[in-house]
Structure formats: structure tokens, C-alpha cells
């Protein structure tokens, strides 16, 4: 053995001399404690040192390279070598694992930098002084003020203009998060298919303990909800959960909380995977965690589960507006609920992975703050065209925004996705005031008393009517219904530069399919900020009106000189 080691040493002596100067790496090594035990060195830290002595060169001192000498958490060292040292000191006794010391990226995203706000002397943020002297209200269904988001340290005082109260914190008890053990050792693997007692979608009563005790449950999504499945596997004693797609759900990949280890696999996946438990007596299986994964699928993309327009309200005004991250949001949750919301889970958190309008909400309140921020005499009309006339139509791969497989509609998206450091410089808005909502109400046909009960005025609709005769709300979007028979429409539109002096724009027009549209004036030149010029659109219909409702989308770009600003709306038109 010594000998071995000798001659290895020997040949090593050479090539370190050539290499430790440059290829020198941090390595921690992991010993095993008996070694110490055993060996004749009086101190931990000269038996560690003696495994250097034996790789590196004699003419340098083990000091030299060793870095820590671990005691506490693990028996071993971390010192810097070249490869082939590393490779010898492999070789010798007590040396369990040597690992690189190797600089970890942290493995969360954070919505605020997948919207494009950073830190520094320049953008949104510092624009808007991070939306100082902003004050935002939240409508949902409930708020847990003692959570850490809302925790107002390091925050200035409240505002003077503030008239509501804030409450004083409480203390709440948190109990045992630790019920979760990983089912990252092979389980065998089940699917009850019990006649028509909803088994495959693991149904309340449905799961015999006898077949599922300490086995993982494959369930079909659908029928119940997600995370009660999971109890149930549960309380028939069951150890984890496979949450299978199934056709409906295709490859939707929706984070739930769970009461046990579980996952959740896509419709192909659930394919093969059933395939598998077919073809063998005793399928088994394991979960494993496999990593955070970073910038490999298109985003953002629309969800299946966002809202879709058009409105049924009003299918003149073009909705969704908007769309924002609200998709496996880590968001605030209550310490009256366990995080999978079922009453039987009895561990504490305060925060949890969310989906939603809820979540998607916030993040464009939060961008209206501090567009409010940055300009605090601008209407709320104002805040929603800067927002709306930025937003992406395309995702980080500079491709449209996907809406499942296709790309996304303007039914899906609206304006696009919210695009913060481009929404505090829109170069021009179409601003409304709020005589325009009036006689907007009026065109919905409000009665006087309706209309009386939200602007606490008498209004005259039909003076107003008549007075406003073809009128359009000066919305950012612009949807166009060609009821039975019409052909041609006409939309006028306002726009107010809040750009420099002496701008000049210019039209870009992608017309929806089966129609013609013409934009009057083509050019609009403000000579000062603040300034607002209007133009009008026609619309003519090439066809004729089909049987079924149609829909067709196109959008219209206002376009400075320098193509720096490029004010879009997106376009719909209606065939009903
Ligand atoms: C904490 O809450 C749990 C569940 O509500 C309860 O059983 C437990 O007694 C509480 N513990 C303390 C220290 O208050
Ligand atoms: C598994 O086998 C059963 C019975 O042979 C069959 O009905 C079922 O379609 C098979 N499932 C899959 C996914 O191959
Ligand atoms: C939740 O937040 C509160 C307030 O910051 C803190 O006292 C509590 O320990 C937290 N609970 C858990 C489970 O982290
Ligand atoms: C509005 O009109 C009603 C009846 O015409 C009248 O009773 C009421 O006082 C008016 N309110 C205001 C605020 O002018
Ligand atoms: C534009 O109008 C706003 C609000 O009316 C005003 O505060 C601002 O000073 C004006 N800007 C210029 C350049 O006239």
C-alpha cells in the first residue's frame, strides 16, 4: 500500500509543479470519522493536514492550501487543488466524497424581474421612487393583516391624506409543518379502477385501504378537487400521490399544496405511465425532486383557466384589458388554514404557491401605483391606456404569447402583458374624463335614478345623447360589432401627447380579416406636452353577415418619428 502510494506521489510531483500555479479549485472533503479514531495524530486538524502532505509537491507546506478544518457539521476539510491531486487524494483511505466548490444560482424567480423592474438609479422603480406616497386598496376575499407581506417595517409613515385605521399586530401559533416525508424511496405503485365508484379520480369512500395502504396512488384530475384527493390517498393510508392529466387537462401544469408527497404529471405522461403499470405485475415508483429549471418554457403565456373576453356586458369595450404573472404566485396565506385549504391539514404558513386573478391583480395594482407614483396628476383613464398601450404581444422568446398551442388572441390577452419600464413613458395616452363616463352610462342605457346612484347627480341622458351623437368612450382598445346588415362604422379616438414638444406620429394599421380600415389624419404632430389631437377610424365589412356570430382581430400603432414610442391597440371586430 505504501509503496503504491509513493510512486503515485512521485509522478504527481512533476505535473503539480506545472499545474498547481493556474488550475487551482476550492474541493470540500468529506472524511469518515472513524479514521481519526484510528490513526495515531493527536489533533483533527494535523490529520487533515497529513492527506495533503501526501498529494501536493514537497516543497510546498499542506498549510498553504488547506482553507477550513470541519469539526462541528462534518468531519473533514476544504482545500484548493489541481485535478490530479484530486484524483490521488481519491485514492486514499477515509476520503468518503470530494466536491467542488461550485457557485449556486438561487433557484426562485421573482415576478418583479420577470416583469423587468431592477434596483438602480434608473428605470420604473427609481422613476416613481418606488411608489412613494401611493396608497393601494386590496378588494378579496379576505386579508390576513399580521402576514409578513403586509409587516411595515422599513416603510416611511403612513400619508397624512390616510383616513383608515391600522391595526396593531397579533401573535398566532404556528404548529408542525414537518408531517411531510419525501416518498423518494421506491413505492409500489397503484390505479383503483372500482367499477363506478369514481376510484380513478380517488373520490371521498372510493380508495380501499387494503389495496392502497403504503403504496403510491395514481388519481385522475377531474370530478374533485386536487388537494382533497390527496387527503384522501391519505386517510385510506396511503403514502404519496401521482395527480394524472387527463385529455381535458392536457399538459396544464397547475402547483397545488399538499397534505402528503405528491406530484402532478402531464396528459402524455399519464399515458405512458398507465401503459407501464399494464405491462408489469408490480409497478413501483419514486419521486425525486429534480430542480428548479429556469427560462426553458415560453413565458408569459396565458393561462387555461384566464378569464376570456368578449364581454358580455358591453362587447363594445374589448376585454380582458391586460394580462399579468398570476400563475404559482408564492403569495400571502391566513394562519387560520393549513396551505392546502382542506379543514383536516393542521400545518401552519404564511405563505403558499397561489393562482389566480388574485394574484395577477395585484401585480398590475402595484404597476398602476407607480405609474400614479411617477405622474400623481393623471387620471385613473390615463394610469390604463399607459399600461394597456405598452404591454407585450410577445414572449421572452420575442415570439407571440402562446394560449395553450396556438398563439393568444386578443380575447385572451387584450393589450398584451404588462410591461412596467415601458408604461411609466407611453409618449401618449387617451385619457377620459368623467363627463365622458356619464354619456358613456347614457349609451348603455342607464336610467337617471341608476345613473343617480353612482355620480350623485341628475343627468339628462337624452340632452347628452343628443349632444354626443356617434359617440366612443376614448378607450386604449377599440372593438368594432357589425350588428345584421350594417357594413361600415365609424370610431373616434383622443389621444394626449405626454411625450416631448414637437412630436410626430404616424399610423400603423395590421386591419382584422373581411375588413377595411382607414385612419384619418395618418399623421398627428403635437407641437406641445399636454396637447391632444383626435383621429377618426372607419370601418367597412367586405363580407356579409353569416348566420353564427364571427370574430376577426387586427391593432393600429401610433408611431413617433424615432419609432421609440409605439402606442398600440388591439382591434376586434364582431359579426353578430
Ligand atoms: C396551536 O394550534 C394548534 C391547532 O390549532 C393547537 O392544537 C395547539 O394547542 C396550539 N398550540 C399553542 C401553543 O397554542
Ligand atoms: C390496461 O389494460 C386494460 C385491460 O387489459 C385495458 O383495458 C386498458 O386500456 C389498458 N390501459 C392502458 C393505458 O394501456
Ligand atoms: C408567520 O409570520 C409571523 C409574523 O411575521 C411570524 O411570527 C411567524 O413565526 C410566521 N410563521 C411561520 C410558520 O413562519
Ligand atoms: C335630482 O332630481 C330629483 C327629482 O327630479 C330631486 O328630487 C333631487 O333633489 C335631485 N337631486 C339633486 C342632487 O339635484
Ligand atoms: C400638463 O398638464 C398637467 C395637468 O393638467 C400639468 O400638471 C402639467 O404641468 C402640464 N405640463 C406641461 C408641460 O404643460
Not at 532 to 555: D, Q
Request: charged share 20%; aromatic share 10%; with cysteine.
Amino acid at each position: 500500500m505504501e509503496t503504491k502510494i509513493w510512486v503515485f506521489c512521485s509522478t504527481l510531483f512533476l505535473c503539480s509543479i506545472a499545474l498547481h500555479a493556474h488550475n487551482l479549485q476550492t474541493y470540500i472533503i468529506q472524511l469518515h470519522p472513524q479514521g481519526f479514531t484510528s490513526s495515531s495524530f493527536t489533533s483533527k486538524l494535523q490529520w487533515h493536514r497529513s492527506f495533503l502532505q501526501n498529494i501536493i509537491s514537497s516543497e510546498e507546506t499542506p498549510s498553504s492550501r488547506l482553507l477550513y478544518s470541519y469539526r462541528s457539521a462534518m468531519e473533514g476539510f476544504a482545500a484548493q487543488l489541481s485535478e490530479l491531486e484530486v484524483e490521488s487524494l481519491r485514492n486514499l483511505p477515509d476520503v468518503i466524497a470530494i466536491r467542488p466548490d461550485r457557485r449556486l444560482e438561487i433557484h426562485t424567480t421573482h415576478s418583479y424581474k420577470f416583469l423587468g423592474l431592477h434596483l438602480g438609479r434608473e428605470g420604473a422603480w427609481f422613476k416613481s421612487r418606488y411608489g412613494h406616497g401611493s396608497i393601494i386598496g386590496v378588494l378579496d376575499t379576505g386579508i390576513w393583516p399580521e402576514s409578513p407581506s403586509f409587516d411595515d417595517r422599513w416603510m416611511p409613515q403612513v400619508p397624512k391624506k390616510w383616513k383608515g385605521i391600522c391595526q396593531e399586530g397579533q401573535d398566532f401559533n404556528s404548529s408542525n409543518w414537518n408531517q411531510l416525508r419525501s416518498a423518494q424511496r421506491e413505492l409500489e405503485l397503484v390505479y383503483v379502477k372500482d367499477g363506478d365508484t369514481g376510484s380513478e379520480y380517488c373520490f371521498p369512500g372510493s380508495l380501499p385501504e387494503a389495496k392502497v395502504h403504503g403504496r403510491m396512488v395514481v388519481c385522475d384530475r377531474g370530478v374533485n378537487a386536487r388537494a382533497e384527493k390527496g387527503q384522501i390517498v391519505k386517510e385510506a393510508g396511503g403514502a404519496a400521490m401521482i395527480l394524472a392529466n387527463t385529455e381535458i387537462n392536457q399538459e396544464d401544469n397547475s402547483v397545488d399544496v399538499h397534505v402528503l408527497p405528491a406530484t402532478v404529471i402531464g396528459y402524455a405522461e399519464s399515458v405512458r405511465l398507465k401503459s407501464y403499470m399494464n405491462s408489469t405485475r408490480r409497478p413501483s415508483a419514486r419521486i425525486e425532486f429534480g430542480g428548479t429549471v429556469i427560462g426553458k418554457s415560453r413565458a408569459p403565456a396565458v393561462a387555461q383557466f384566464s378569464s376570456r373576453g368578449p364581454s358580455l356586458t358591453d362587447p363594445s369595450i374589448l376585454k380582458p384589458d391586460i394580462v399579468a404573472p398570476g400563475v404559482n404566485i408564492i403569495a400571502a396565506w391566513p394562519q387560520n388554514l393549513g396551505p392546502s385549504g382542506l379543514p383536516e391539514d393542521t400545518r401552519r404558513v404564511n405563505f403558499t404557491v397561489m393562482s389566480g386573478t388574485s394574484m395577477a391583480c395585484p401585480h398590475v395594482s402595484g404597476l398602476a401605483a407607480l405609474v400614479h407614483a411617477a405622474y400623481p396628476k393623471w387620471s385613473p383613464a390615463a394610469i390604463k391606456s399607459a399600461l394597456m398601450t405598452t404591454a407585450d404581444v410577445t414572449d421572452h422568446f420575442k415570439k407571440p404569447i402562446m394560449d395553450g398551442n396556438k398563439p393568444a388572441g386578443v380575447f385572451s390577452v387584450g393589450a398584451g402583458h404588462v410591461n412596467p419600464e415601458r408604461a411609466v413613458n407611453p409618449g401618449l395616452l387617451y385619457d377620459i374624463r368623467p363627463d365622458e363616463y356619464i354619456t358613456y352610462l347614457c349609451t348603455l342605457g342607464y336610467t337617471r335614478s341608476e345613473i343617480f346612484t353612482i355620480t350623485h347627480k341628475n343627468v339628462s341622458c337624452r340632452e347628452i345623447l343628443q349632444k354626443n351623437r356617434g359617440f366612443s368612450l376614448n378607450y386604449p382598445s377599440i372593438s368594432v360589432i357589425f350588428k345584421h346588415g350594417q357594413t361600415g362604422r365609424m370610431i373616434e379616438r383622443r389621444l394626449t401627447n405626454v411625450g416631448g414638444p414637437n412630436s410626430v406620429y404616424s399610423v400603423e394599421i395590421m386591419a382584422p380579416e373581411g375588413v377595411k380600415v382607414r385612419v384619418k389624419p395618418r399623421r398627428l404632430a403635437f407641437k406641445y406636452t399636454n396637447q391632444s389631437l383626435s383621429y377618426k377610424v372607419w370601418f367597412v365589412s367586405k363580407k356579409m353577415t353569416e348566420t353564427k356570430t364571427t370574430y376577426a382581430e387586427g391593432h393600429l400603432i401610433w408611431v413617433n418619428s424615432h419609432n421609440f414610442y409605439r402606442v398600440r391597440s388591439p382591434l376586434s371586430v364582431t359579426w353578430a
